[in-house]
């Protein structure tokens, strides 16, 4: 039997918030060679600014329009995780930011995407994303542009660094807490019955 799409969404998968996220997807392999390319640094930084700024376009449009789809509830939060992490590590490479803050998100994000794919795979369930952890997406995304912007050396670097690092550690504390919520979410729903079961 098929899944019904849930009341609130649509099966649509040409929209343009899906367009939005998939832009996004897209613009990763640009940043990441502009940042960790000698001379394009602040080019790089700009454009994954660009990027980390739209987090919230997407989401935004597809209310505002009715174009909520089921599809675009997996593909932006899977557009903000690839860019975060493809950020992270270009970042690092490039040398303006250090690995072990880095780790604190890509360590977190690995085990929680994992834990997701079992569930889907498991029960056919996903987990919604939680307002608290699309704020702690964006605070990361910010922070992290700043700091590595400071490190950088670029205009305004140490009011650039010292912001950063004042945002970046406030999101990775929002960044838990929505985590424990999630691990609540995914005990519930692997406690539930399948989906096509169910049906």
Do not use: C
């Amino acid at each position: 039997m098929s899944e019904q799409v849930p009341a609130g969404s649509t099966s649509r998968i040409l929209t343009v918030p899906n367009a939005l996220s998939l832009l996004r997807i897209l613009l990763i392999p640009a940043f990441v060679y502009l940042i960790v390319h000698e001379g394009t640094e602040m080019t790089g930084m700009l454009l994954f600014a660009g990027v980390a700024a739209t987090d919230w376009v997407d989401g935004f449009v597809a209310r505002r329009t009715g174009q909520v789809s089921e599809l675009g509830k997996v593909l932006d939060p899977t557009a903000d995780r690839l860019a975060m992490a493809a950020g992270l590590i270009a970042m690092v490479v490039a040398g303006a930011f250090p690995l072990w803050a880095a780790l604190l998100v890509l360590v977190r994000d690995v085990l929680i995407l994992g834990a997701g794919a079992v569930l889907l795979l498991a029960r056919r369930r996903r987990i919604d994303v939680r307002f608290v952890g699309k704020v702690a997406t964006f605070g990361l995304m910010t922070g992290m542009t700043w700091i590595a912007w400071g490190n950088f050396g670029l205009p305004l670097a140490a009011a650039a660094r010292a912001t950063g690092w004042a945002v970046y550690a406030v999101a990775v504390v929002e960044y838990y807490a929505a985590t424990v919520l999630y691990v609540g979410d995914m005990y519930r729903a692997f406690a539930a019955p399948r989906l096509d079961r169910a049906a």
